[in-house]
Structure formats: C-alpha cells, structure tokens
C-alpha cells in the first residue's frame, strides 16, 4: 500500500479559497456524512473565524430519517442543509441562509470545498441554476480554482478536492479515489462490502440480485460470479470484481449509507 502522503497543492489551494471567502460551503457526501468532513477545511475555518455551512449533498440517495440524525449531528458543531444537487432539494434555503450572512457585506466570496467526487462542482450549479462548473463522476474532475458570480454582491469559488493525510484505501472507501488507480482493488472492496454488510446489506442484494454471505470476500466472490467476471481456468476475476463495486459506489448504484 502507498505511504500516506499530504496532498500539499490541493491543501494549499484550501488555505488560499478560505483566506478569500468569508463564507465556507463544506460538502459532505449525504450517505457517509461523517467519514466525509474534512478536517482540514473544519479547522481551517474555525482557526479564521469563518462562517461553515456543512451541505450535506446526495442526499436523494438515503432515507429521510437518515439524514434527520445526520443533520443533527453535524449541527452540534455547525449549521447544515440537507441538499440534493440532482433533485435540487435544500437549493433555496442554502440561498437564504448564503444571503443572510452576505446582507451587509460589500463583496462575499463563498469558497466550496471538500473531498473529491462530494458533488462540489454540481452544489455550485444548482445554486446557479445552470450548469457553469463541469461534473463528473470520476474523482479528481475540477483541479484550479473557479470564481463565479451568484448574485450583484455574492461568488462562488469552485475548488479541486482537498485530501488530507490519508492512504488511497481510505479515500476509495469515501469515492474519493479512481478505482482503476489502486493497486489492490480487492481489498478496498472487502473493506467496503464490510461497512455495507455491517449497515445496509439489502443494499448489495438489490444491487447486484444476489443473496450476500456474511463474510466480505464470499460476498465478493458471489457478485464476481454473478457479474461472470472470470479469469482463465473459470476463477473469479477478484480485482475486476472489486473495480466494479467501487465504481458502482462512487456512482450511487449501490444505495448503503451510515454514520
Ligand atoms: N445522486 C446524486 N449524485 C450527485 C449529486 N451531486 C453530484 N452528484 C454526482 O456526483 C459526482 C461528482 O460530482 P461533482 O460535482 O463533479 O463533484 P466534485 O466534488 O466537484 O468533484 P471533484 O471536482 O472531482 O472534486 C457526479 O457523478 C455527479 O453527477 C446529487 O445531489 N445526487
Ligand atoms: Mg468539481
């Protein structure tokens, strides 16, 4: 496994938007809220006394309940919204609450931030309701930073991913992290059928129309055989397998979430 590593430009990207912005939209993908906050960017606002609003996005993806307790959650240490970029849920009360806090500023920059693939870029298209930022659901799409103007006296400042320090399996896991990138595919997969098994089982059944084992690496195998993923000699092709899983994740095929 590769030496976690800092990712120094995106983090000095980070500290660069959130010196400008008096506002910070930290998105969080809305199925695993909490695995994906950022640190860096919490702490960097608090440290600059930064208003954070924590948008918790994808949110068409999970259970009205889910996010209720999501949303409380994160409220213990800053205001969130529940907001879906593809079915424009939470657009105008992230408005209102952006507008609350620019009425008597001349200029308000509100930097966007958080992990790769949160839905940054498509938060910043629903609020401009065009489309003006480029989405994709490979992680890494937006790499500079793009100011765009919402309204006479508010921006918004489209940002790359911000990683901290943490080992690709960890990032993967958060959708965070090409799939065909990693070098053994396999075992994120177990680890992400893990969480699944432990929380939403149902979840891979639906998705794949198998009945899963308790066990990761069966369950892995059952979907590899049920796909007709196979190597020579008929085994199952284990790490196509597991690539598949994880796209199939990163894309909200596979409808698993948890706290
Ligand atoms: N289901 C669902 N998918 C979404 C939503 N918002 C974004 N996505 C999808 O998530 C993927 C990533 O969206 P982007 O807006 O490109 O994410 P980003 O955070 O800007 O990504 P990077 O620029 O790579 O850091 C795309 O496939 C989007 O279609 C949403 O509200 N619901
Ligand atoms: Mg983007």
Do not use: C
Request: net charge positive; hydrophobic share 40%; charged share 30%.
């Amino acid at each position: 496994m590769e030496k976690p590593r800092e990712w120094l430009r995106e983090k000095s990207i980070a500290k660069k938007v959130l010196t400008e912005s008096s506002i910070v939209l930290e998105v969080v993908d809305a199925r695993i809220p909490l695995l994906t906050r950022n640190s860096v960017v919490e702490s960097l606002a608090r440290e600059r006394n930064k208003s954070l609003i924590v948008v918790l996005n994808k949110s068409d993806l999970v259970p009205k309940d889910f996010l209720e307790k999501a949303v409380k959650e994160i409220e213990k240490d800053f205001p969130a919204v529940n907001f879906s970029a593809h079915k424009n849920i939470g657009v105008n009360q992230l408005l209102e609450k952006i507008k609350e806090i620019a009425k008597e500023k001349v200029i308000v920059k509100v930097g966007v931030l958080g992990y790769p693939n949160v839905g940054k870029s498509s938060v910043i298209n629903a609020l401009k309701k065009k489309k003006v930022a480029t989405t994709s659901p490979k992680p890494g799409m937006t790499v500079g930073e793009k100011l765009i103007k919402l309204d006479d006296n508010i921006y918004l400042i489209d940002t790359p991913g911000i990683i901290t320090l943490e080992y690709q399996e960890d990032l993967a896991l958060k959708g965070s992290y090409i799939p065909d990138k990693l070098p053994h595919p396999s075992d994120v997969a177990v680890k992400l059928i893990e969480k699944i098994l432990q929380n939403k089982k149902e979840a891979l059944e639906e998705a794949y129309n198998v009945k899963v084992s308790d066990n990761p690496v069966e369950t892995l195998e059952i979907i590899g055989k049920k796909l007709n993923y196979k190597i020579k000699g008929g085994e199952v092709d284990y790490d196509r397998t597991a690539k598949k899983i994880l796209w199939d994740w990163i894309k909200g095929h596979i409808k698993a979430y948890w706290l």
